[in-house]
């Protein structure tokens, strides 16, 4: 079956009713009819919430389409129902909500009187819509479609959206649109301390089995990501610089430097690297000076999580990058947002050819901007997508021909330097290697040593697989050469 447009985004999306003329809120529309014809004329007025004091406007709001492209109402109305209740809402969340139910609503229409199907619950399971849902599912699984993880988050969204429609009664099925089991799941935060959580299973979730390639190089920093050798850091900057995006450049190289996320990266801000008379402080590592760069709430640097903390920056990164932030390149690209925009009360450093920034900072994607002209939000795409089709491309032809990384990969790398680094000063016994872990885990922000540890085992636990695996080699050339020998003999 081929997907079709499951989506649409508005880029302002302001919640109103009908009201009547009189209303001293209400705002009137004329919709011409064509020659011939009265106009249509009515009054509306923008919802109000008097008990939380506000209304409910949205930038980037997504619209659930049927297969026809016609706006489904049941999808968007639980899309806005969800919204209602968030005071914060992660647009790109609800977005992938919407996309979820496109692809139901898209299967739907495939079927025979699909606006009748979706309410029928008949005795026998597979009849009704969410088992039948679940198979096509399991097909499109087996047939390499759709990735398992896609599988399941459409199959729990389904699911939301029935429990939603239950609930507000806008019908009681026959039968139960699937059966239920809870149980309790214990587990361990990552100070130790054990936690009970009550947990709702349903026999139409669709289960993803993990199988780890121990080969792959990865470590599980939120997110699977590869540490690049030294060699291979040298290459993506070297193909950086020779496409001559000094951005990407500058970009790169803070994550390599610092283990900035990208987030944290794409909103840094103007102000933090035009200081005249910045404070340096002794690295942590011991080697050089450092601008502690605070990073998160407050600050106007978005963070994973929400989460405070400092970044090292080292001293020639950061006058490097307030050379940048003076250079007349710089002005030029923020006086072009400005003519689009115009001035921006905290400036990113950043900013694209065309003006605009490389990241939408939290704080400014909340605020409601009615005059917003654009259907996505900035999340990096324009950094990802220079690697995919500049960079990778320019090491593969000129060192590596499966050369392969991404961004996140980066900071994976700069906990890889340091350790190699701290592991060093500890075989040198200049420092302890309690000293080390805690350095690495300060450096990354990381909550628990035993994310830490992953960095620090890394290497060890790479060359005791491929010693394995080449032991192994050997033993079974060694068996298979027998085996020639008897397959050569010939048979009398």
């Known amino acids: 079956m081929k997907e079709l447009r499951r989506k649409v985004i508005l880029p302002v999306f302001q919640l109103s009713e009908l009201t009547t003329e009189d209303d001293p809120q209400a705002f009137k529309r004329v919709i011409d009819q064509g020659k011939g014809h009265l106009d249509l004329i009515y009054h509306y007025r923008f919802v109000w919430d008097e008990q939380v004091g506000r209304g409910f406007n949205y930038n980037l709001f997504p619209v659930v389409l049927s297969r026809e492209g016609m706006p489904w ?49 008949p005795k026998i399971k597979l009849r009704r819509p969410t088992y039948r849902y679940h198979g096509h599912l399991q097909k499109q699984i087996q047939a390499g479609e759709i990735a398992p993880s896609t599988g399941r988050r459409r199959m729990g969204t389904v699911v939301a959206f029935y429990r939603w429609l239950i609930e507000n009664n806008y019908f009681q ?64 900057l070297e193909a950086t610089l020779a496409k001559g995006n000094t951005e990407c450049y ?22 933090h690297f035009i200081q005249s008379n910045p404070h340096y ?15 998160g709430p407050g600050t106007g640097i978005d963070t994973k999580n929400d989460k405070n903390g400092v970044l090292q920056v080292p001293r020639p ?24 925009h115009g001035e921006h009360p905290d400036p990113y450093l950043f900013l694209t050819q065309q003006g605009s920034p490389y990241f939408t900072a939290r704080d400014e994607a909340l605020r409601f901007n009615p005059e917003l002209d654009r259907r996505h939000e900035k999340t990096g795409q324009t950094v990802r997508q220079f690697l995919n089709e500049q960079v990778i491309p320019y090491v593969r032809e000129h060192h590596n021909k499966n050369f392969h990384y991404r961004i996140h990969d980066l ?15 500890v075989q040198a016994k200049t420092i302890t290697l309690h000293r080390a872990r805690m350095t690495v ?52």
């Open 317 to 340: 990164i950061y006058e490097l990058l307030h050379t940048y932030a003076t250079s007349e390149r710089a002005k030029v690209r923020r006086g072009r947002f400005e003519v689009k």
């Open 73 to 121: 109402h049941l999808g968007t109305l639980y899309i806005l129902s969800q919204l209602e209740g968030e005071t914060s809402p992660v647009m790109t969340s609800y977005q992938s909500k919407a996309d979820d139910l496109g692809a139901y609503k898209e299967w739907l229409d495939t079927q025979i009187r699909p606006d009748e199907l979706i309410f029928q619950f």
């Open 173 to 236: 099925p026959e039968y139960p649109p699937w059966e239920e089991k809870k149980f309790q799941l214990v587990f361990k935060t990552t100070e130790g301390r054990a936690i009970s959580k009550r947990v709702i299973s349903t026999d139409v979730s669709i289960r993803t089995p993990k199988s780890e390639d121990p080969f792959a190089g990865a470590i599980q920093d939120g997110g699977k990501l590869r540490p690049l050798t030294g060699k291979e850091q040298d290459w993506i």
């Open 441 to 492: 885990k300060d450096l990354l922000w990381h909550e628990s040593l035993t994310t830490t540890d992953l960095y620090l085992n890394y290497r060890n636990q790479m060359d005791a697989i491929y010693e394995a695996v080449n032991g192994y080699g050997n033993q079974l050339k060694k068996w298979t050469e027998r085996a020639m020998k008897g397959i050569e003999v010939i048979d009398e």
């Open 250 to 271: 500058l970009f790169q190289l803070f994550v390599l430097a610092t283990g900035a996320r990208i987030q944290t990266a794409g909103t840094l801000r103007l102000r």
């Open 281 to 295: 402080s002794k690295s942590l590592t011991g080697e050089g000076e450092v601008f502690k760069l605070k990073a």
């Open 411 to 425: 900071r994976a790398s700069f906990g890889m330097n340091m350790t190699e680094l701290l592991m060093k000063l």
